[in-house]
């Protein structure tokens, strides 16, 4: 079956603690994302990349980086630098970069991160 | 104001009834319109998008756009209770190309 996986789908960070989120991709999708939503909130970009070994900053990149080496793999690091990681957090992938392609993105299941 | 504005709800509706959700955008030059459905606690999970003008039907849904007047609506027939979700609304945004979404419509269809 085509999907995008993330995982762990729960995960807990102490203090002072670099995390990473893990999102696989198998639908042969280039461009892939990295939301955040917060309780009764809307999805904010935190960074996305349009095609393997490429990123772009998001709206609230601060606090998070990834890397692209493969293009089914888009991880994202929750560094100590973000002060309130706690959230739901979408990786999203679609077939061509949404803003040029008009192509819908589509969702992983999704991990909540949550500080201990 | 908001890129991507969305009556918060809850919507209630009786079973069998039309539910219509609506969202209104700022950016003039934005191209693309999409509706997510998300179930409490998963992700959202695409329902229809939009580009044109006009009405676009899909089963019980139909997606309605009106760029001059910036706004899109998704009007659900025939609403079932597992239509009970939050309907989220998202639109490119021109500059920077980006997909922006609304805090979205909590949907309440009662049996």
């Known amino acids: 079956d085509g999907g995008i996986t993330q995982s762990p789908k729960y995960l807990f960070r102490k203090e002072g603690q670099n995390v990473t989120l893990s999102c696989e991709q198998n639908l042969n999708h280039d461009a892939m994302y990295w939301y955040r939503q917060d309780p009764g909130q809307g999805l904010r970009l935190i960074y996305y990349?349009?095609?393997?070994?490429?990123?772009q900053k998001g709206d609230i990149a601060e606090g998070y980086s990834v890397s692209r080496e493969k293009k089914e793999s888009f991880p994202l690091t929750v560094t100590s630098a973000q002060k309130n990681p706690t959230a739901f957090y979408l990786c999203a992938s679609s077939i061509g970069w949404t803003g040029d392609s008009n192509q819908p993105q589509h969702f992983g299941d999704g991990t909540r991160l949550s500080i201990l | 104001q908001k890129e991507v504005e969305q009556n918060s709800g809850p919507l209630s509706v009786p079973e069998g009834a039309i539910a219509s959700l609506n969202c209104t955008y700022s950016d003039r030059g934005s191209q693309s319109f999409f509706w997510y459905r998300q179930y409490s606690g998963k992700s959202p999970e695409l329902i229809m998008f939009i580009y044109s003008n006009g009405d676009k039907e899909d089963g019980r849904f139909t997606a309605q756009l009106n760029k001059a007047s910036q706004y899109v609506s998704l009007l659900i027939r025939d609403s079932q209770p597992s239509d009970s979700a939050t309907y989220l609304c998202?639109?490119?945004?021109?500059?920077?190309?980006?997909?922006?979404f609304g805090a979205g419509t909590i949907l309440r269809v009662k049996s």
């Open positions: 990349s349009q095609i393997v070994n490429d990123f």
């Open positions: 998202a639109v490119t945004r021109r500059y920077g190309n980006k997909l922006v």
